[in-house]
């Protein structure tokens, strides 16, 4: 069993999910995705996609040129489909064990949860 995915890797690996984009187009989808719980930095992102890229989990697709810059894309590959699947997996099995034990608080008559 692996360990569990750090939260930004996971988010990235989603994003990634439906199809290549550059790196503005992650910390986008990333910030929606998240609901705006998580804002990637540049840095961040791209430190990380260059270890994502050393595992495997993504790969370069293409490079173009906007306004002069290169805008660089990038793709899951099979294997961080099958992480990012994993993952998924493993968090909905978490949420749904934490529904079930909040929903025997319940039962037990102690309420709602304090915030």
Same mark, same amino acid.
């Given at each position: ?5 750090? =939260?930004?890797?996971?988010?990235? %690996?989603?994003?990634?999910?439906? @199809?290549?984009?550059?790196? /503005? ?8 995705? *998240? ?10 992102? /791209? ?11 993504? @790969?370069?697709?293409? =490079? =173009? ?10 793709? %899951?590959? *099979?294997?961080?489909?099958?992480? %990012?699947?994993?993952?998924? =997996? ?26």
């Amino acid at each position: 069993m692996s360990a569990p995915m750090r =939260e930004p890797t996971f988010w990235i %690996l989603a994003a990634l999910a439906p @199809e290549p984009r550059h790196g /503005y187009g992650v910390i986008r989808e990333v910030a929606r995705l *998240s609901t705006g719980h998580l804002t990637l930095q540049a840095g961040t992102l /791209y430190a990380a996609l260059d270890r994502l890229t050393a595992q495997g989990l993504v @790969e370069p697709d293409r =490079e =173009e040129v906007v306004d002069g810059r290169p805008r660089r894309y990038y793709r %899951l590959t *099979s294997d961080g489909a099958a992480a %990012l699947d994993a993952e998924a =997996e493993r968090r909905q099995r978490s949420a749904e064990a934490a529904t079930a034990q909040l929903a025997a608080r319940r039962r037990f008559g102690l309420g709602p949860v304090s915030p």
